[in-house]
């Protein structure tokens, strides 16, 4: 199956997805309540930073800078984008976007420690 059109979905999904169930595993028991305005908060940046990257992508594959292997990919373009290409930059700037209100939770929790 790895030298399949499924190959790039297979792998993409199989490392990202596990990282981003246990950031928000950890999100929502940090924020508790808020979790769900931390995520209206985080979340449409990240789409908006995929969505620029896709079209960044677009611009360079249109005009020959890269291109990808055939039979590598299920074959559905938006654009002259692979599908795969368009999840992998939407969800890298989720797991990003994820990370820093992780982090900043962390930096919250340090300050809170260090003030007892």
């Known amino acids: 199956m790895m030298d399949t059109k499924w190959a790039y979905l297979i792998h993409l999904l199989g490392w990202t ?3 981003i169930a ?3 595993v950890v999100l929502v028991r940090h924020y508790k309540e ?3 305005a931390v995520l209206k908060a985080v979340l449409p940046p990240a789409f908006i930073m995929g969505l620029y990257l896709s079209i960044a992508d677009h611009l360079a594959i249109s005009t020959g800078i890269w291109n990808f292997g055939e039979g590598k990919h299920l074959g559905v373009y938006l654009g002259v984008v692979p599908l ?3 999840v992998f930059f939407l969800i890298t700037s989720v797991l990003v976007s994820l990370g820093l209100a992780l ?3 962390l930096v919250s929790l340090l300050g809170e420690a ?3």
């Open 103 to 105: 982090f900043t939770g």
């Open 22 to 24: 246990f950031q928000l």
């Open 84 to 86: 795969e290409e368009v």
């Open 17 to 19: 997805l596990p990282v």
């Open 114 to 116: 260090r003030a007892s």
């Open 34 to 36: 808020r979790s769900g």
